[in-house]
Each structure stands twice: as C-alpha cells, then as structure tokens.
C-alpha cells in the first residue's frame, strides 16, 4: 500500500531558503507521479505541483510556478520541496500526496487522478 | 479555472444522513473524488472516482455525480465522522490540473 513520510517542523525568517522532504515505503517509488498540496492556516487544500520521479517530469500549478522547485530523487525515494526565499505568506502546512488514476478491468484511464496517499504534513513557520 | 463549490458548514444529527455537495460546471461530465480531513490531521481519500471506496473506508460513506453537483453522502453518521470533507477533480482544461473545492466542515449535533 505504502506510505509517506516525511520532515519535520521548520521555523524561518524571511528571506531565507529551506527544503523540506518525503520519503516513500513500501512501494516503487519512480512508478507514481508525487504532489504537493498546501494548507493555510484555517483555510483549503491548494494544489501545488507534481513529479514523476522516474524521469522528473514536473509540472506546477500556475499559482506557483517560479515560486517553489519540485524535485526528486530516486535513489532515496524522497521527493523534495523547495523556496529560495521565503514570505510570511509561505506559513502554511504542506503535504506530499502520491497520484493515483482509476483501473478497472485491466485498463486505466487518464484524466481520473487523485491522491490515495498522504503524508503526515510538514509546518512550516516563517515569521520575522 | 474550473471553479467547484461546496457549502461551508454542513450540521446533521447523530444516526442521520448527511449529504455535502460540490457544485461545478457541468462537473457530471468528470471524475470527483473525496477527502476527509479531521482537525490536525492529513486529508484521507474516501471516496474516489465519483462512487468508488478505498479499502477501509466503511460503506456508510458512498458518492454520486450528475449536471452540476457531485455529492457525498454520509449515511448512519457517527461522532466521528465530524471533519472537514473536500472535493477534486482533475481538469484538463485549464492550467490549474487539480482543483479542490473549498471544503465543507460536517458538524455533527
């Protein structure tokens, strides 16, 4: 079934860079594109981008393209998060989240996908 | 973008149905999936698909989606099931791939 895990609590200022990780049990990791979600405080799940880390295809949300890098790298299972230089506004929860589409009777089909699998989260905190 | 649109608040009594919708253009013509999230924990997918369960998810729990509304329905409901509950769906139209709703809290009186 797998599982995601992924780092801790982070606590910035300003300005500053940070990356934060998931890693995957449990199941082949290069084989499932992996999101990123965001959650503000007290507000909604906000799509951020995905990857397919067999070949690091990645695509963002246009909310934000060039403000986050998604990465990933398959020799550790881990997919990555990264700001150059946080705001404020980047104070949110973020989570990573592995993609599914529907199968059924041997076929799948595109334009069906969601996330079965989540992480537990990773805060970040960025105040001056 | 597509837009979908979930009522902020949903209350039902103990033992009763609940029923949140999601409204979207035309959202019968795509695929709407659920999510699950109580209070600081990650979101849990519970119904995908339109109609289909993960494993798991106990068959109280079940969807349907036509015309304009998706909706999930929450029958026999239970003092936990009192969480926010999210819609998705996956459009290929726009830019913005994965669109959630804004998310209904279910409040169970």
């Known amino acids: 079934e797998g599982q995601l895990v992924q780092s801790g609590a982070e606590v910035k200022k300003p300005g500053e860079s940070l990356k934060i990780s998931c890693e995957a049990f449990?199941?082949?990791?290069?084989?499932?594109?992996i999101g990123w979600v965001r959650q503000k405080p007290g507000k909604g799940l906000e799509w951020m981008g995905v990857i397919y880390p067999g070949d690091s295809d990645t695509r963002y949300s246009p909310s934000f393209q060039g403000q986050v890098t998604i990465s990933a790298d398959k020799s550790i299972s881990t997919a990555y998060l990264q700001w150059s230089s946080l705001n404020v506004s980047d104070t949110a929860m973020y989570y990573c989240?592995?993609?599914?589409?529907?199968?059924?009777?041997?076929?799948?089909?595109?334009?069906?996908?969601?996330?079965?699998?989540w992480g537990q989260g990773t805060l970040v905190a960025v105040s001056s | 973008s597509y837009v979908l649109t979930q009522p902020p608040s949903v209350s039902v009594a103990p033992g009763k149905t609940a029923r949140i919708t999601c409204g979207g253009n035309?959202?019968?013509?795509?695929?709407v999936h659920w999510y699950q999230q109580e209070p600081g924990q990650a979101p849990v997918l519970v119904i995908y698909y339109n109609t289909e369960r993960p494993s798991g998810i106990p068959e109280r729990f079940s969807g349907s989606n036509s015309g304009n509304t998706a909706t999930l329905s929450i029958s026999r409901v239970e003092a936990g099931d009192e969480a926010d509950y999210y819609c998705?769906?996956?459009?290929?139209?726009?830019?913005?791939?994965?669109?959630f709703g804004g998310g209904t809290k279910l409040a169970v009186l």
């Open positions: 989240a592995r993609r599914r589409r529907y199968c059924s009777g041997g076929s799948c089909y595109s334009g069906t996908y969601y996330f079965d699998n």
């Open positions: 998705q769906v996956w459009d290929s139209g726009s830019d913005h791939l994965w669109v």
């Open positions: 449990g199941y082949s990791f290069t084989s499932y594109w």
């Open positions: 035309n959202i019968g013509s795509k695929r």
